[in-house]
């Protein structure tokens, strides 16, 4: 809801803090200024005038973090983090406060687009001309209502970004069924996380993310996940480091990466960890807790003699020992971890044996403690099973559902849609014909357990494999600027028709043929369910804080007009849904029966307040028992049907250290076994598989995520690139960070210009000499090299391109996981 207040009502600091930062960012001379001029004239002109604060959701990572947006007289000219919002709690992180630099943006789509030019390629211009909503939306359904016509429904894909919730990415599943597509929505998880998600999908039934107590943990081990780089939600993990660290007793933290960043320079121990080996680190920590008797009983069970019988080398008699919320420990031990000793571990990773043996003591006997990790150790071909073998470390020492551990995050109660798409599938869209066509990234086929192959689609098509695709459409991504071996889409989207949703003149735009521009964040009436957090429910809204500055549409509603001109019952469909403004006064309906902690029980106070939470988690696992919550303590205690029907999904509702989701599946067993080498019996395990890299070099080519990054949103906000590289420096170059013996060996000086290669191709960029990075790694942050995106973006010369350019196009088999990190380059002075 807009609040309309006269300025005195506005806190002084907060009103002079506004004015001052928008007078600096006028003398910066970086970028448009909504209002411009002194601190001083700023306020006599607003003494007169009305201060709007509006709630809205930040676009700039998937946190979802709650701001409030002044405005004054219609501009927007101050954003904070909003009171009102668990995860925020008024405050923000550095891009948090820049998102009037995307609103004003000079370089932004006025209205949809069509090319004239029939050309396609980096150097050609696509001879835009403006068009009319109604002549751009009736384009698009009128090819793919022609595609549907002649039964070739299949040849039109929508692939997705960060999706944010029930009116945008929330309404493509139903697109894609009532249309006839399996490639309606094809997402971006594969080239974000899924390798994690799969580990703990194997482990503990869960196909998610997880939420963690980390203001009550007091040990973290922190495997490659970049916590205060870019991990989610960036804000309050700021926020939480802050209690964590001063706390008493203050948590001790362990990082595990492959260069100094700034995670791991304000960690109290770091492990400069081999590329593709962290899996290797964890099963020596667990082989060190259950020799030394440190594992969590409550949890994980014991011998029936109560005396450790875990000795190196030595197999066990499974009947010995009683598990309780785990199966297969015995299993596991005697067909992995018995052999994998620190000292075995040390020769893999690099990591001295005696750092490995304290980290295990150090975890287990710290409590509460949780070890976490993200894209580092799972963006290998053997992902999956690092992930899965750092995830176990949870279940030994009993940090599942537990205070200070690990959870998942409860859905929110959303209300019933205006309509009911089960209704409204036509004969066509349920047709043997329509399923016998696979999907454009032939997942479920060749990538039998994979949920994504964005990255494939680009070769699939090309090739023909298992079809061309005709028309595409893009939503909240960029694969030809992201993607491993990038520059195939180029000569792919030479022979689509491409249709792309963005507001902002990106790389995608550059080739496509019809051009619908979304609004910006700060435009938009938009729901957005939390990533998880802290494992009870939440969702936020975003309120526009301006009306649309020019004739944009919010990309849900471009979606709904498209499917009102469909031909049939699809098209009954969407009228009947109407908008995403219908959409949303819908779904919060279910804020009536289940009002929020905020008083949030309806469409308006929801708008008022900008979230809805309800706290708190409803259960939790205390010295191995498991209780619900009662409306007064975590007293009701649960049977184990419901905890395997809500916590832990496996089959034996117990966290499996030998995976019945693969071990008890023929295919899923030998599709491993074929593509992993790994012995039809010993797929379920958590073990060690020796990583594949590609590419040719001899250098491992790191790509890590920084904390202006943006997920590649920054690319052309002058105030995030100019201080994208704190650690190495960089401003307007990002910096390739090589390690100074590596670079003598090459006659590589500090500052000298050097090309990167690979088997997928070559970029140049800057050299920075940091002792901070492997000999064997080099660095290169993905946020400069665009060729497109607007004029800061372009002004950015070095790199000379994406640092996915380079990156050989291999997968994870298990998630489909793009292997980001697995490609090694050569390096030479230019």
């Not at 995608?508 to 998880?532: G, K, S, W």
């Amino acid at each position: 809801m807009k609040l309309d207040i006269l300025n005195t009502v506005v806190s002084r600091r907060r009103f002079l803090q506004a004015t001052a930062a928008t007078g600096a960012a006028a003398a910066s001379g970086l970028g448009p200024v909504p209002i411009a001029g002194s601190a001083a004239a700023d306020a006599k002109t607003a003494a007169a005038s009305k201060t709007v604060i509006t709630k809205n959701v930040c676009n700039q990572c998937p946190a979802r973090c709650g701001i409030d947006v002044y405005t004054t007289d219609g501009r927007v000219h101050a954003i904070y983090g909003s009171l009102e919002s668990p995860i925020s709690n008024g405050k923000l992180c550095p891009k948090g406060y820049l998102g009037a630099y995307l609103l004003y943006d000079p370089d932004r789509f006025k209205g949809p687009m069509k090319r004239t030019n029939p050309r396609k390629g980096r150097n050609e211009d696509p001879g835009f001309v403006p068009i009319s909503w109604d002549e751009a939306l009736s384009a698009v359904a009128s090819r793919l209502q022609n595609l549907r016509d002649k039964g070739e429904s299949h040849r039109f894909a929508l692939l997705e970004g960060r999706g944010w919730g029930a009116t945008d990415a929330g309404l493509h599943g139903t697109f894609g069924k009532l249309y006839g597509s399996p490639n309606v929505a094809i997402g971006h998880s594969a080239t974000c996380a899924d390798g994690g998600k799969k580990a703990k999908l194997l482990l503990d039934g869960n196909y998610s993310y997880n939420a963690y107590d980390y203001a009550n943990t007091n040990y973290m081990l922190v495997f490659g996940a970049s916590f205060l780089e870019a991990y989610r939600p960036y804000n309050n993990n700021l926020q939480v480091w802050g209690h964590i660290r001063t706390k008493s007793p203050k948590t001790k933290v362990t990082a595990v990466d492959v260069h100094w960043n700034t995670t791991i320079s304000a960690a109290d121990r770091a492990l400069l960890v081999k590329p593709g080996t962290d899996g290797a680190l964890a099963l020596a920590i667990a082989h060190v807790i259950l020799t030394e008797g440190l594992w969590d009983r409550n949890f994980a069970g014991n011998f029936n003699d109560g005396a450790n019988q875990f000795k190196a080398g030595e197999t066990l008699d499974p009947a010995g020992f009683t598990e309780k919320w785990t199966k297969g420990l015995i299993e596991w031990w005697n067909a992995e971890l018995k052999d994998r000793t620190p000292k075995w571990a040390a020769g893999i990773t690099t990591i001295p044996e005696g750092d490995i043996v304290a980290v295990a003591r150090e975890l287990a006997t710290t409590k509460p403690a949780m070890a976490l990790f993200e894209r580092g150790p799972t963006a290998h071909s053997n992902g999956v099973y690092n992930g899965m073998a750092i995830h176990a470390l949870n279940a030994l020492i009993g940090s599942m559902y537990a205070e200070g551990g690990l959870m998942n995050q409860m859905g929110v109660p959303y209300g019933r849609l205006p309509a009911k798409s089960e209704d409204f599938i036509d004969d066509y869209a349920k047709s043997d014909e329509r399923k016998r066509h696979p999907r454009v990234d032939l997942v479920k086929k060749e990538w039998l357990m994979a949920s994504n192959q964005s990255q494939a689609v680009a070769a699939n098509h090309l090739a023909g494999n298992p079809y061309k695709l005709d028309t595409i459409l893009f939503y909240m991504t960029a694969p030809i600027y992201s993607a491993p071996e990038a520059r195939k889409w180029e000569e792919a989207l030479q022979t689509m028709f491409v249709i792309d949703t963005s507001p902002f003149p990106g790389e995608i735009a550059m080739f496509a043929d019809l051009v619908l521009p979304d609004h910006t964040y700060l435009e938009r009436l938009q729901d957005a369910p939390i990533y998880p957090f802290q494992g009870w429910p939440m969702t936020t809204l975003r309120v526009p804080a301006v009306k649309p500055l020019y004739d944009t549409k919010v990309y849900g509603d471009i979606l709904i007009e498209i499917g009102k001109r469909m031909k049939g019952p699809m098209g009954e469909y969407y009228r009947a849904l109407g908008s995403t403004e219908n959409i949303l006064k819908h779904i919060a309906k279910g804020f009536e029966e289940k009002p929020g902690d905020n008083g949030v029980n309806s469409f308006e106070s929801w708008q008022e307040k900008g979230c809805w939470y309800k706290k708190p988690y409803l259960w939790r696992q205390v010295r191995g028992e498991f209780f619900e919550w009662d409306g007064a303590g975590y007293n009701k205690p649960m049977k184990p049907e419901e905890v395997k029907t809500k916590l832990l999904k496996t089959a034996s509702g117990k966290f499996e250290f030998r995976s019945s989701y693969v071990q008890d599946n023929e295919k899923y067993a030998a599709y491993i076994n074929k593509a992993l080498g790994v012995p039809v019996e010993r797929v379920g395990f958590p073990q060690w598989i020796a990583p594949q890299f590609y590419g040719g070099g001899d250098l491992h080519f790191i790509s890590p995520k920084v904390p202006l990054q943006a997920e590649g949103r920054a690319g052309n906000l002058p105030h995030a690139t100019s201080i994208a590289q704190p650690v190495a420096g960089g401003r307007k170059t990002v910096y390739l960070e090589i390690h100074p013996d590596t670079a003598r060996k090459r006659g590589i000086a500090d500052g000298d210009r050097v090309r990167i290669k690979s088997s997928a191709g070559s970029i140049e960029a800057v050299a920075r000499l940091y002792q901070g990075v492997r000999p064997d790694t080099v660095i290169l942050p993905n946020i400069h090299g665009h060729w497109a995106q607007g004029r800061w973006a372009r002004q950015s010369r070095l790199p000379t391109g994406s640092a996915s350019e380079i990156i050989v196009n291999k997968s994870e088999p298990i998630s489909g996981l793009a292997a980001y990190y697995a490609t090694k380059v050569t390096v030479e002075r230019v």
